[in-house]
Structure formats: structure tokens, C-alpha cells
């Protein structure tokens, strides 16, 4: 079945250091997200890419980047985690298509910064 | 303002009862409207969408789009303890390519 994967499930990192949460669909959907969810703010949309080589900001980029080198994997790097990225992250992809597509959302990846 | 606005609660409901989620939204738009449901520690999985203005209904579930008042809600009828979640709203325009937008999610508790 097709699926829509994220690891680690659980990071615990220090302040200052560079984090890579990973995120693999098996779809081979062209669009592919990034959101952070925090009490209070809801799911926040960091990144995001329509294809390959394809990539753009969302509400809350700072501190984030991503690059799409595959369709299937968008990586999404902290370059320099701080306390406030403290958050759970989760990827989510959807089919290219003209009107309206399902997301599908990945499981979560809860990351701490001490 | 936020171009989608939906009350966090949190909502604690007696089973059987008739649950009401709301989201209002500004821009006019948006043309599909969405219904996510998000158990605790996992990811968001859609529950129901609609197309424009109308209502939608699916098992206990009815979805409903006012277009003129910009006003969406979901109602639950006979809740259930496995209904407790969190339920985002979220909307989009009508190219299928573009970012969805999503209410900050109401947390939803059935008491049996």
C-alpha cells in the first residue's frame, strides 16, 4: 500500500545544532508540505514544493530550510535548532491535478530542542 | 485577521449528544472545504470534504458550506468516545495546486 513515511519519530537535540527530519511518500505525488503544530497555533505551514528541484516558503520558513531532489523525499533541515522549533512536525503530500486532491499527512515527528 | 478562524475549545460533550464545529473564513475564494479528524499523537486524516456551497453527509457526519455567511460547519450526531480528536477545518481555492489553509483545530472530548 501506498504510504507516506516520516523519521525519527522522536528527536531530542541541543540548541545550535543542524537537525534533518526526513520524509518519504510512495505516491509519487508532485506536492509535498511541511507544517509544525503548536498549542495554540494550529498546524503552520514551513515549506513546500510542487515537484522536483521546486521549492517555496510557507507562514513560518525561518530557521528551516528543504531541497526535492527525488519526488518521493522532501528533507526538512533545521539549520541552527533553537528552543522555539520545539514543536511536532509533520509532511504531507498531495496528487497535481486541477481541482481538488486529497493530503495526505505523514505520522509526526516530535521534535525537542534543549 | 486570519483568513480562517475555528475555535480551539476545548468542547466536552456527554455521548449521544449532537455536536457542532464551526470555522469562518475571509476570503471568498475558497471553493473546496475540508473536514481533517487528529487523534492524539498522530497525524491529521481527512473525514469529509465538499465542493462550493451545500451540504454533505456521511454516516453521523454532515458537513455544511454557507458560501454567503463564509461559514462552514461539521455536525456529529450520536457522538461517540471514539469521536474524541481534534477536528481541523481547512479550505482551498479552485486550483487544486495551492496550499491549503487551515483553521487552528477544535479539540473535541465525548464523555461516555
Known amino acids: 500500500d501506498a504510504e507516506i513515511t516520516q523519521s525519527p519519530r522522536h528527536k531530542i537535540t541541543e540548541t545550535g545544532r543542524q537537525v534533518t527530519l526526513a520524509c518519504h511518500q510512495t505516491?509519487?505525488?508532485?506536492?509535498m508540505f511541511w507544517y509544525r503544530q503548536d498549542l495554540g497555533h494550529g498546524l503552520r505551514l514551513i515549506h513546500y514544493?510542487?515537484?522536483?528541484?521546486?521549492?517555496n516558503k510557507g507562514e513560518v520558513s525561518d530557521g528551516y530550510s528543504v531541497s526535492r531532489s527525488n519526488t518521493e523525499d522532501l528533507p526538512l533541515t533545521l539549520e541552527s535548532a533553537a528552543s522555539s522549533q520545539t514543536s511536532v512536525y509533520f509532511c504531507?503530500?498531495?496528487?497535481?491535478?486541477?481541482?481538488?486532491?486529497?493530503?495526505?499527512f505523514g505520522p509526526g515527528t516530535r521534535l525537542t530542542v534543549l | 485577521q486570519k483568513e480562517v478562524e475555528q475555535d480551539p475549545g476545548p468542547l466536552s460533550v456527554p455521548e449521544g449528544a449532537i455536536v457542532s464545529l464551526n470555522c469562518t473564513y475571509s476570503n471568498s475564494a475558497f471553493q473546496y472545504f475540508m473536514w481533517y479528524r487528529q487523534y492524539s499523537r498522530k497525524g491529521p486524516e481527512l473525514l469529509m470534504y465538499?465542493?462550493?456551497?451545500g451540504n454533505k453527509e456521511d454516516g453521523r457526519f454532515t458537513a455544511q458550506v454557507d458560501k454567503s455567511s463564509k461559514y462552514i460547519s461539521l455536525f456529529i450526531r450520536d457522538s461517540q468516545p471514539s469521536d474524541s480528536a481534534t477536528y481541523l477545518c481547512?479550505?482551498?481555492?479552485?486550483?487544486?495546486?495551492?496550499?491549503?489553509?487551515f483553521g487552528k483545530g477544535t479539540r473535541l472530548s465525548v464523555i461516555a
Open positions: 504531507a503530500s498531495r496528487k497535481e491535478t486541477s481541482g481538488y486532491n486529497e493530503q495526505f
Open positions: 514544493s510542487y515537484g522536483v528541484h521546486d521549492t
Open positions: 481547512a479550505m482551498s481555492r479552485p486550483s487544486g495546486n495551492t496550499p491549503l489553509v
Open positions: 505516491w509519487n505525488h508532485n506536492n
Open positions: 465538499t465542493y462550493s456551497s
